[in-house]
């Protein structure tokens, strides 16, 4: 019997590490997709097609965490998949905190001055949340996109997403303290009580129990 092939995309600048204690039962298929520094002025949707030539299964599931959660939505949208499930992520726009959608009206985003944010504290902060002072030996081995092109077009990606209908059947899960995203503005997930925007390291042995249900439940 064949297996079900399973593509794993991190988060914005950080590395496949952060899966490392992801262990899916054999009948699974696991392929972790990494970041590609972008081409001059390349959309998000164009950069999601060429990572879907990455793919080299029919019918994938699909799974991102905070902005790859965003990026594998937009990958649906070139090839068929069995199923998308985000993780620390959003469904749409309107899931966007007010700072988010204040960035976007005001481009506000534009001022943020990336070669500060290369600093790995920074860096951290800003992809994976405020609780990081004491994690971040952690954060040196986690975070490995550390481009100043590539952080811009990043936070432009996600500042300026637009979808605002959820792709059907989509599999949300969310820590309720995630202070990226917050839950307040979140609808229709699975709630981890306790876990952060980085969520993909502290609940793993959650993930580990209960993602092969999820990835075959009809």
Not at 18 to 30: C, G, H
Not at 108 to 135: D, H, T, V
């Amino acid at each position: 019997m064949s297996k079900i092939p399973v593509y794993f995309m991190p988060g914005l600048a950080a590395s496949t590490l952060i899966f490392e204690r992801i262990a899916l039962p054999d009948e699974f298929e696991v392929i972790f997709l990494e970041w590609e520094i972008p081409l001059l002025k390349e959309s998000l949707s164009d950069y999601a097609l060429r990572i879907t030539k990455k793919i080299k299964h029919p019918n994938p599931v699909l799974i991102g965490v905070s902005f790859g959660g965003i990026l594998v939505q937009e990958m649906a949208l070139h090839i068929p998949v069995r199923k998308i499930i985000i993780i620390s992520s959003v469904k749409s726009s309107l899931e966007f905190p007010t700072r988010m959608k204040l960035a976007k009206s005001t481009k506000a985003y534009k001022l943020i001055p990336m070669n500060l944010i290369l600093n790995l504290e920074n860096l951290a902060r800003f992809s994976f949340g405020e609780k990081i002072n004491q994690r971040l030996k952690l954060y040196e081995k986690f975070l490995s996109v550390r481009d100043i092109y590539y952080l811009e077009w990043a936070v432009e990606q996600v500042v300026l997403w637009n979808r605002v209908k959820p792709v059907e059947g989509i599999i949300h899960i969310h820590g309720d303290a995630d202070d990226v995203f917050p839950i307040k503005n979140i609808k229709d997930c699975i709630v981890l009580k306790g876990a952060t925007h980085i969520l993909i390291l502290s609940k793993y042995k959650w993930l580990n129990a209960n993602l092969p249900e999820l990835i075959l439940k009809k």
